[in-house]
């Protein structure tokens, strides 16, 4: 008899314990590709952007010629995000120093909003949901723009 009045009490810890369980959130994984392309004839350094928003970890990357670097940022949030939810690789923090180096001779301070610190000059594609590639190419032309 015993027993049985176990066996119902674990029953009835186990149910009041799922139903304390809170199911009506639930997280969606984000995911952005920050794509940087070097059709220049230049080689190019960058120094600054951020890897990883969880530790605020930031590296160097070189490009020859036709080259090409990619950053991923996995993250999670809501189900239905727009590409500004992605996190930025070069977001402005006073505390991180970005610069461009060019042909190893002509550094360049990236500013906020300007070039490759500004959103808007990526091209953004939708590959699924919560899934976005942005794209930036360097050519001459935006280069020389730099330098001036």
Sequence with gaps: MWMNSLRLGSI??????LSGCD???TEYVHHGEWVYRN???HKIEIKGAIISWTILETTTFIMAPTQTYCID???DGVKDITPDAIGF???????????MTIDDSKTI?????????????????KLATN??????VFTDDNLADLIK
């Excluded at 301070?109 to 594609?125: C, D, F, G, H, T």
């Excluded at 899934?131 to 930036?136: A, K, N, P, V």
Aim: neutral net charge; proline residues 6%.
């Design 12 to 17: 009835v810890m186990f149910c009041w314990l």
């Design 23 to 25: 199911t009506s959130h």
């Design 39 to 41: 059709e220049s004839s």
């Design 73 to 75: 940022f996995w993250s």
């Design 89 to 99: 690789p070069f977001e402005y923090l006073p505390q991180i120093e970005c610069r």
């Design 109 to 125: 301070l990236l500013e906020p909003n300007k070039a490759i610190r500004n959103r808007s000059n990526y091209q953004v594609e």
């Design 131 to 136: 899934y976005f590639r942005f794209t930036y």
